[in-house]
């Protein structure tokens, strides 16, 4: 089926910061799952969005990418 989510709006998920509860909030705002969103956060599913994500106003980066 369809995805509800584009490659902007999973852009949008990653660069939002990581705060306690939020992923609860934005599942909701993009009518998906919260493990829908983490999942998207962690680098699981999405992968050929190649966006850094944002924990707490700092860029981490994702897994493919070496510290």
Known sequence: G?????????KA????????GADYQIAKEYGVTYCT??????GITWKQIGQRMVRSGEE???RKEKI
């Open 37 to 42: 969103i983490r999942l998207i956060r962690r």
């Open 60 to 62: 981490v980066p994702t």
């Open 13 to 20: 998920i990653r660069s939002k910061p990581e705060i306690r």
């Open 2 to 10: 369809a995805s509800k989510l584009t490659d902007d709006s999973v």
